[in-house]
């Protein structure tokens, strides 16, 4: 460890910051990184690269009106430059860009920027966050993606860390090219016909198949063999990300490339664009991350540096929030408030007393909707875990007014606490007990699945031979394999998906995703799954629930009959719902959305009944839903 204190170097175009460990070069006034040198590497960076194709910031943007989750690209590049901080312990550096609408007007993002990168004394890595603001006055428009990327030398960096589980040796990006590579059903799909390297011969690569959810997405990088070096993206906190804890983001993907994303529509959607609204002002702060190097100082296994960096990530989190950024718009510790309190479930259908909400997921965020946190992009958002007993406490909370949020794993629905709470400094508010009355008319019938927001418990096919990812053979994450989507057609080539209820099995017999059925080149076809059951007696004047929780949508119909497939119009119709992606992406989940439906008891029978589900939209392969979780409840005990 050098105890050198921290330089800082002003050249004519560029600034050097330094501390004896690595060396930091960043283009001046632009704020891009250029150059990091460390462990005996002269730049970790792509030298093949401009110097504006580094590591850097940036976003998409578009103008007021426009729908779909993309617009216009560009690279943040500051026009000013100052140095906030510089002593011996510390350098902070800022890189403004000011919006000037005789200028910028229809050509950038109304947004004042204000890049911030900080080295710190004894630190292996620098820290990186900014500041965006939009004053009142100016034009109305949408923010779809921010994010910070870094281009590893691809000479260097060949094996990828997102997880314990999900690591390994990647393709070279010019595997992914033709005629090295053939596209597949969308651009992030690539099959390697002729790749570099034999070995990753007749694989799929797609950056999506690399995604992780928030609540899981604190480090991830690539290790450099010669010499062992680590390159790491730390995210201490997920307060300033979109979506709350299963809003699911990029990581790393073949490159080599790294990213920290902030604000993004995967597995979301438009829902999830940040729309700035008329006369609307807005503040947001992303990051700090913190950019980790590491080195092995004996001969040891190169993979080891994903164990530190493991470990420095849990310091990270723990220094959190950082003390050392200087801005006014991060808030110190004794800046925030803290809240804690314990959360019960009453179902008396489950139970004659409340339970404990053993590991539910408690948060604040802006005040909204139940369940409005999954698409709020605006402002920030802190979470915790429950207990086994039900016990919370979220500490470090940014001054504001917010909702308080739960779901949890077990039970249907989200709740959200009746009042607004308001935190202010230093506040430390105990809520006591409070109760979640999850969605429950009466007795449970039947049920499919288990209630968790995911897909993941049914059945997920083998992949097509010719489509695999090795990593994802005999893996936990098997959904992550390309094209499960055909395996429908497959598996089901002339009839739908029948379940019997008390025989069938969820976990061998229930296909992950209702899809369409592929009956041509270019023609698909819609499809109808049955839920077949028993009922001894029926009550023909009481009102039955259906309840259908989703894990995910994609320009899908889901329509409900009862014994009668020709219904028409159905009992139920969610409409067109759901903008997700998550099909393609190979996601297990997207939006979570909960319907319950009414039954009445005059159209079931004693004996036999089924249930007719019809994915009604069919003009692609990527479109449809996955289920999250099915319950047929009884008439209530007074209807009965």
């Known amino acids: 460890m050098s105890s050198q204190r921290v330089k800082l170097h002003i050249q004519e175009r560029h600034v050097v910051m330094e501390n004896g460990i690595l060396q930091v070069t960043i283009s001046k006034p632009e704020g891009i990184v250029t150059g990091i040198r460390y462990n005996g590497i002269s730049n970790l960076l792509e030298l093949k690269n401009d110097e504006s194709n580094r590591g850097y910031w940036d976003l998409v943007w578009s103008k007021e009106g426009s729908t779909g989750t993309t617009g216009i690209s560009y690279v943040i590049k500051g026009t000013n430059f100052r140095v906030i901080v510089e002593n011996e312990e510390q350098v902070e550096l800022s890189f403004t860009r000011m919006w000037d609408p005789s200028v910028d007007e229809g050509n950038l993002a109304p947004l004042n920027l204000d890049k911030r990168f900080i080295m710190l004394r004894n630190s292996s890595g620098f820290y990186s966050y900014a500041i965006f603001e939009h004053l009142k006055e100016w034009p109305a428009f949408n923010l779809p993606q921010t994010r910070i990327v870094f281009k590893l030398r691809k000479d260097k960096f060949h094996y990828m860390v997102v997880a314990d589980n999900r690591q390994r040796y990647m393709p070279l990006p010019d595997d992914r090219s033709p005629p090295r590579g053939e596209p597949l059903d969308f651009p992030e799909a690539v099959l390697l ?149 314990r959360l019960l479930v009453r179902d008396r259908y489950a139970s004659d007393y409340d339970m404990p909400a053993n590991g539910a997921y408690v948060g604040l965020a802006p005040p909204g909707d139940v369940g409005s946190w999954q698409t709020e992009n605006k402002g920030y958002q802190f979470w915790t875990q429950a207990d086994a007993d039900g016990y919370f406490s979220i500490n470090d909370i940014r001054t504001g007014d917010y909702n308080l949020y739960s779901w949890v794993t077990g039970f249907i629905g989200d709740y959200r606490y009746d009042s607004v709470i308001t935190i202010t400094e230093g506040c430390d508010i105990d809520l006591g007990n409070i109760v979640y009355e999850p969605p429950r008319d009466g007795p449970t019938l039947w049920e499919i699945g288990i209630p968790d927001r995911s897909a993941a418990e049914f059945y997920i096919p083998d992949p097509n031979p010719n489509f695999i990812n090795s990593l994802y053979v005999n893996h936990p994450d098997r959904f992550r394999q390309y094209g499960l989507w055909e395996r429908y057609t497959d598996l089901y080539p002339d009839e739908d998906l029948i379940y019997t209820v008390g025989t069938s099995d969820f976990s061998k017999d229930w296909f992950f995703a209702h899809v369409t059925r592929k009956i041509d080149d270019n023609k698909y076809q ?33 329509q409900v009959r009862i014994n009668d497939p020709g219904t028409n119009p159905p009992l139920f119709t969610t409409g067109e719902i ?29 004996g036999d009944n089924t249930i007719f589900l019809t994915q009604a939209l069919a003009t692609g392969p990527l479109q449809g839903i996955m289920y999250d979780y099915i319950r047929l409840e009884g008439p209530t005990i007074s209807d009965s």
Request: proline content about 7%; charged content about 20%.
């Open 193 to 341: 016909v002729n790749p570099v390297e034999p070995e990753f011969k007749g694989e799929v690569d797609d950056k999506y198949q690399y995604s992780c959810d928030n609540r899981n997405l604190n480090v991830h990088g690539w290790i450099c063999f010669e010499p062992p070096v680590g390159f790491w993206q730390i995210t201490p906190s997920n307060e300033f990300r979109s979506g709350g804890p299963l809003k699911q983001n990029l990581t790393s993907h073949v490159g080599p490339v790294n990213l920290a994303m902030f604000l993004s529509a995967h597995y979301a959607g438009e829902d999830m664009v940040l729309k700035l609204k008329p006369d609307e002002p807005w503040k947001k702060v992303f990051g700090p991350v913190f950019i980790y190097l590491n080195s092995l100082l004996d001969e040891s296994d190169p993979r080891l540096l994903w164990e530190d960096a493991k470990e420095q990530m849990l310091i990270e989190v723990q220094s959190w929030p950082y003390s050392f950024p200087t801005s006014e718009d991060f808030p110190s510790s004794d800046q925030r408030g803290s809240l804690s309190g």
């Open 526 to 558: 819609a499809t109808t799954w049955q839920i077949k059951f028993k009922l001894d007696n029926t009550n023909e004047n009481g009102i039955y629930k259906l309840r259908l929780a989703l894990a995910t949508a994609n320009v899908a119909e889901l």
């Open 578 to 606: 759901g903008h997700d992606n998550t099909i393609a992406r190979h996601g297990i989940h997207g939006l979570y959305r909960l319907y319950s439906i009414e039954v009445p008891g005059a159209l079931l029978v004693e």
